[in-house]
């Protein structure tokens, strides 16, 4: 058995079963070793920021690693951007990247790279295999690694003459990966006190906290003691309608997201960081809560959110039984229009039990979370990183890790050129992925950014680099290019029935709706 | 006037006159700016990876930098392939990235990153402007830096509050760029002695010695010598067809090259490398001339190439009268079935006159050089860096820097898929590109060499990694998709009647060749 061999069994040993690739000739050992390790699943992006982002999604769904196989320095390149926002997300990776041979690399041929350099920006974890014999510990390593708590990206470079050397005989077991620590007694009965001192106190979750089970716990601690519950503004992955706690995630505007803050007096963080602007603006500060507020960490991302939820509960004598649920709001689709409240009725009311939603909609998409509470039971998935390009490829994932359950991606125009490749993936493997296309021709977030910048006096010069409409995109078109049948909607009423139409079919699908 | 003011009256004051943008929220204010700064031209990419690849293409072109705009990290990610590619190819441009405000930064909103280590991988020189007075000044020696020979990235990073602040209201003027050195005079005398010797001897070609007058000084030196001129195997660029010294260049396959290469034992380098294998093969060297041939660096790449080969042409006597060129071998269009030999026959009769051929033909187009010698003067641009992804934006570059002449795209479908989204700034700009697009629904060099390594046991699952056909891509509709009128052809009766019509017509076309 080859290095290449020796790396793939071991993958496949320490739980590991699926590899997004797109691999190229230093790569293509372990290409060839795929035919002698049948338990691994091998699916083929045609641009990288599709590997990587499906890795991403599908480590949100399954709670544990896929590996990626990228093509030395410029694959990881093309796949920095969604392995950015995975890092993020904190979601597990083994992130595979061939190397010229070691010894190759001195003649700084065309595609040699510092690619270790590259890696280390995003990763957690890198590595790279110096011989055949090492593979099988260093995949291990990589394995345990990723699986870390809260996650991370391990990289794993893998020079060509360590693929094609022969290795040794024996796999590498994983290293035993701790579990997630608990939080310490102080953080417990200091979160008690706050809340149990009458001010008015947020409790920011994130991470396994937003689960059901984690929001059940902070649903009843919130119903003892009058919190207010919220999520951070950007997140892997939250459990949500009937059935579920009511949660928002923070507003992404600077202003909005102040005002939330302002009632409250005391912010207790579970996995989540204290709220800051995602962009500086002038005048404006960083820091969103306000300033006197006592901010108290009940558990960093690394620690075992649900267990300091249920012993913050035990310790409040806080009960499941008083808990609010979310209840079915629905009220009919809407009609008429297309508008971003209309799009919101309608989704609350004809998402499909257990769907995945990817959330890359943006502008569009800015009122979904309310009407959406009472949809039925699904879970959300968020652009952590803000590197936008996640969606189709996120939704990729997402539909491989549960092929059982209809994902469906809720995608602006601007966002889904940047790995639009995605869709040939989707086709290719029949994913049961519905993708919403939001289609305003327009950066119309950017084009908020200049008005508030350059007042009434900007011109059409600068506002042309913030429309995307010219000319227009034909979203059907290019879906049905890379094979996944598309149609347009322009009214509430044929977005309704394509919708509706869509859910109840098999396989993947795209929606151009037309704003 | 602000820093982002400050930055674009700067760079056109410099000579940049070009920005290929991608810009986010942190690059507003530069965005803002254009619209008080006429001189500048701004050209939207909707992936990072056009613009990269488009600023390269100009100043291929122009022997002068574009800039490129990118947002942070990850926009600096989603450029890195082509920004690969580029430094390869001693590219000048000028890369400005946006990044935090400096004091937000420490706070880790979602989109930060380490920024200068990205950019470190691939640039020669990286700054980051500290504050809104030093922008003129940081821009400026981006500019000289990106200028100096023979050419390289400079990156500059732009916080936000660098942008938006009130900064000097003087230009820093750009500092004198030294001109490329001119060679000792050993390395003439010796080259000189070498080739008075009588052995076979193989001028190496590289950067602006490929240009018409270097080939004519070059081609005097090989009628006077006997030594054979080839350049290496990917290049910037190549000025070639009738009229010019024929030159060919070093082939890709290893033992191809090997070759090639054997006949010889004495190499002079001028701007090349001594040739080494594009990757590593288990049994085969990495250094691809025979072991004991004499190598000599007439010129480094910095180094003035064009004059150490006048200066050799004087010591050595040769005079261009007894110049071989280039005439024409056109013997027709090709009829029939579409086979890479038929393409590179019609292509050599269709080619027209002044032409910029952008090469990402990859296995198609390994047999193109040859014919197309013969064909009307053109210029012809490779991929320098291997990654591919390159060829569309490429063409978008060219025809910025060169509107009054026509670029063909030579494109694999494999390679296209990366950085399709540069059609749609081909039709939105109106540049007139006609795109080859040769459909043969495989990435077929790495299927070559999965056969090597696996031999005829290699099943469907490893194949299926290398068969993009499942399903099949219709570049028609991704081309229509994105506003590129598209067509398909079967026949070479069908291609050349469809190419003769791109080349009479304005404006962008994609002609996909069915293979």
């Given at each position: 058995?080859?290095?290449?061999?020796?790396?793939?069994?071991?993958?496949?040993?320490?739980?590991?079963?699926?590899?997004?690739?797109n691999?190229g000739?230093?790569?293509?050992?372990?290409?060839?070793?795929?035919?002698?390790?049948?338990?691994?699943?091998?699916?083929?992006?045609l641009?990288?920021?599709?590997?990587?982002?499906?890795?991403?999604?599908?480590?949100r769904?399954?709670d544990?690693?896929a590996?990626?196989?990228?093509?030395?320095?410029?694959?990881?390149?093309?796949?920095?951007?969604?392995?950015?926002?995975?890092?993020?997300?904190?979601?597990?990776i083994?992130?595979?990247?061939?190397?010229?041979?070691?010894?190759?690399?001195?003649?700084?041929?065309?595609l040699?790279?510092?690619?270790?350099?590259?890696?280390?920006?995003?990763?957690?974890?890198?590595?790279t295999?110096?011989?055949?014999?090492?593979?099988?510990?260093?995949?291990?390593?990589?394995i345990?690694?990723?699986?870390?708590?809260?996650?991370?990206?391990?990289?794993?470079i893998?020079?060509?003459?360590?693929?094609?050397?022969?290795?040794?005989?024996?796999?590498?077991?994983?290293?035993?990966?701790?579990?997630?620590?608990?939080?310490?007694?102080?953080?417990?009965?200091t979160?008690?006190?706050l809340?149990?001192?009458g001010?008015?106190?947020?409790?920011?979750?994130?991470?396994?906290?937003?689960?059901?089970?984690?929001?059940?716990?902070?649903?009843?601690?919130?119903?003892?003691?009058?919190?207010?519950?919220?999520?951070?503004?950007?997140?892997?992955?939250?459990?949500?309608?009937?059935?579920?706690?009511?949660?928002?995630?923070?507003?992404?505007?600077?202003?909005?997201?102040?005002?939330?803050?302002?009632?409250?007096?005391?912010l207790?963080?579970?996995?989540?960081?204290?709220?800051v602007?995602?962009?500086?603006?002038?005048?404006?500060?960083?820091?969103?809560?306000?300033?006197?507020?006592?901010?108290?960490?009940?558990?960093?991302?690394?620690?075992?959110?649900?267990?300091?939820?249920?012993?913050?509960?035990?310790?409040?004598?806080?009960r499941?039984?008083?808990?609010?649920?979310?209840?079915?709001?629905?009220?009919?689709?809407?009609t008429?229009?297309?508008?971003?409240?209309?799009?919101?009725?309608s989704?609350?009311?004809?998402?499909p039990?257990?769907?995945?939603?990817?959330?890359?909609?943006?502008?569009?998409g800015?009122?979904?979370?309310r009407p959406?509470?009472?949809?039925?039971?699904?879970?959300?998935?968020?652009?952590t990183?803000?590197?936008?390009?996640?969606?189709?490829?996120?939704?990729?994932?997402?539909?491989?890790?549960?092929?059982?359950r209809?994902?469906?991606?809720?995608?602006?125009?601007?966002?889904?050129?940047?790995?639009?490749?995605?869709?040939?993936?989707?086709?290719?493997?029949?994913l049961?992925?519905?993708?919403?296309?939001?289609?305003?021709?327009?950066?119309?977030?950017l084009?908020?950014?200049?008005?508030?910048?350059?007042?009434?006096?900007?011109?059409?010069?600068?506002?042309d680099?913030?429309?995307?409409?010219?000319?227009?995109?034909?979203?059907?078109?290019?879906?049905?290019?890379?094979g996944?049948?598309?149609?347009?909607?322009?009214?509430?009423?044929?977005?309704?029935?394509?919708?509706?139409?869509?859910?109840?079919?098999q396989?993947?699908?795209?929606?151009?709706?037309?704003?």
């Amino acid at each position: 058995m080859n290095g290449a061999e020796s790396l793939a069994r071991t993958l496949v040993e320490g739980g590991v079963h699926v590899c997004f690739a797109n691999p190229g000739t230093s790569e293509m050992h372990f290409v060839a070793a795929l035919d002698r390790v049948k338990e691994m699943r091998c699916i083929l992006g045609l641009f990288e920021g599709v590997v990587t982002g499906a890795a991403d999604g599908y480590a949100r769904m399954k709670d544990r690693p896929a590996a990626t196989l990228l093509h030395l320095g410029p694959g990881l390149g093309n796949g920095f951007a969604n392995l950015h926002n995975a890092s993020k997300a904190y979601t597990p990776i083994v992130n595979i990247v061939g190397d010229h041979a070691t010894y190759h690399r001195r003649y700084n041929s065309p595609l040699t790279s510092d690619i270790e350099a590259l890696a280390r920006v995003f990763s957690g974890w890198t590595r790279t295999s110096l011989d055949a014999r090492s593979v099988s510990a260093d995949a291990a390593a990589a394995i345990a690694a990723a699986r870390t708590s809260p996650g991370q990206i391990a990289t794993l470079i893998l020079p060509a003459d360590a693929a094609w050397t022969e290795a040794t005989d024996w796999l590498t077991p994983v290293p035993k990966v701790a579990a997630s620590p608990r939080v310490p007694s102080d953080a417990v009965r200091t979160a008690a006190k706050l809340l149990s001192a009458g001010k008015p106190t947020l409790i920011l979750l994130a991470g396994g906290a937003l689960r059901a089970e984690g929001l059940a716990l902070a649903g009843s601690i919130a119903s003892k003691t009058g919190a207010k519950l919220m999520a951070q503004a950007f997140n892997g992955r939250i459990e949500r309608g009937i059935g579920r706690v009511p949660i928002e995630w923070l507003p992404y505007p600077v202003d909005s997201a102040i005002k939330v803050l302002s009632e409250f007096r005391q912010l207790i963080l579970v996995g989540a960081a204290a709220p800051v602007a995602f962009f500086a603006y002038p005048g404006k500060p960083s820091l969103l809560a306000r300033p006197e507020a006592e901010i108290h960490v009940l558990s960093r991302p690394e620690e075992d959110g649900r267990h300091a939820l249920e012993w913050l509960a035990d310790e409040l004598n806080a009960r499941a039984d008083s808990l609010k649920i979310n209840s079915s709001t629905q009220r009919g689709a809407a009609t008429g229009t297309v508008t971003p409240e209309a799009l919101g009725a309608s989704l609350a009311v004809l998402l499909p039990e257990n769907a995945i939603v990817i959330d890359e909609s943006i502008t569009t998409g800015r009122g979904f979370s309310r009407p959406t509470q009472g949809a039925a039971p699904h879970d959300w998935l968020q652009n952590t990183g803000g590197s936008i390009g996640i969606g189709l490829p996120l939704a990729v994932g997402a539909a491989v890790a549960c092929p059982d359950r209809k994902v469906i991606a809720l995608q602006a125009d601007g966002s889904g050129m940047y790995t639009l490749q995605a869709l040939w993936t989707q086709a290719r493997e029949a994913l049961d992925v519905t993708t919403l296309l939001f289609s305003n021709h327009k950066y119309v977030g950017l084009r908020n950014v200049l008005t508030s910048i350059a007042g009434p006096n900007v011109t059409a010069k600068a506002y042309d680099m913030l429309d995307i409409g010219k000319p227009d995109l034909d979203w059907v078109a290019l879906s049905q290019g890379m094979g996944v049948p598309g149609m347009r909607v322009e009214t509430m009423d044929e977005f309704n029935r394509a919708f509706a139409g869509a859910v109840k079919s098999q396989g993947p699908r795209l929606i151009e709706v037309a704003l």
